[in-house]
């Protein structure tokens, strides 16, 4: 009679952390921060049709890292939660607090119930009329929530990227300042070297501060670059 094969809880999760962290180190990083004008977010993304930053609601944002087809979803399920909040309550009562806690719970049920753990990490942020009233929430693949201060950078090289953008980062700075340091960060490669990215290849979009309702926008890079030239 063969002897049943067992393999304790413990080394179940461990292992599926790891698949899932190998999994978003081999995404291109995404960077988040505060500016005077709002939140900035930057990425390395050639494509044109799959957008890796994106809005949810009038003053929350998306951004992610991992697998395309399943940070797709929560970005999908975060519009329903929003609009469905929305609409029963009030505009008003659609909170990026609520938000992350949703994606917290989803994350941590996929994590330790499915076969498979999603391949993801997420920032989602919401703008306030000041900058010290920003938030900025980063989610890991086990549903992990943690509040970010000012900046943060997930994806690929994250630790190196985020201590470019920790180094870098002031308070007040302009939107073009932000996205001169991101592109930065996102240059930066852990072999000391760095590899120049096309600002026609940088997807930046900013929750902007000065707009009343829908402040999401996506940004010409270059033009906020001037002319690419940094």
Not at 79 to 96: C, E, K, N, P
Not at 115 to 132: C, H, M, Q
Request: glycine share 8%.
């Amino acid at each position: 009679m063969s002897m049943p094969f067992y393999v304790s809880p413990e080394q179940v999760m461990k292992d599926r952390a790891d698949y899932a962290r190998k999994g978003v180190a081999r995404g291109r990083a995404v960077v988040a921060m505060t500016c005077a004008d709002g939140i900035v977010f930057a990425t390395h993304n050639p494509s044109r049709a799959l957008h890796k930053i994106s809005e949810i609601y009038d003053r929350i944002a998306f951004a992610a890292v991992g697998k395309y087809h399943e940070f797709e979803s929560l970005r999908v399920a975060g519009i329903r939660y929003a609009d469905l909040r929305g609409y029963a309550y009030d505009r008003a009562d659609v909170s990026v607090r609520g938000l992350a806690n949703s994606y917290a719970q989803t994350l941590g049920s996929i994590f330790t119930a499915e076969a498979k753990p999603y391949e993801v990490e997420l920032v989602v942020a919401e703008v306030a009329p000041r900058p010290e009233g920003d938030q900025l929430y980063r989610l890991s693949f086990d549903g992990t929530l943690v509040e970010e201060t000012h900046h943060v950078v997930i994806g690929g090289q994250a630790e190196s990227r985020q201590q470019i953008v920790t180094d870098g980062w002031r308070p007040g700075m302009s939107l073009a300042g932000a996205l001169r340091l991101a592109l930065t960060a996102l240059e930066h490669r852990e072999d000391s070297a760095t590899a120049s990215i096309d600002p026609g290849q940088l997807e930046a979009a900013v929750l902007d501060r000065g707009r009343t309702r829908r402040a999401f926008r996506r940004l010409a890079a270059a033009h906020e670059l001037g002319g690419g030239h940094v």
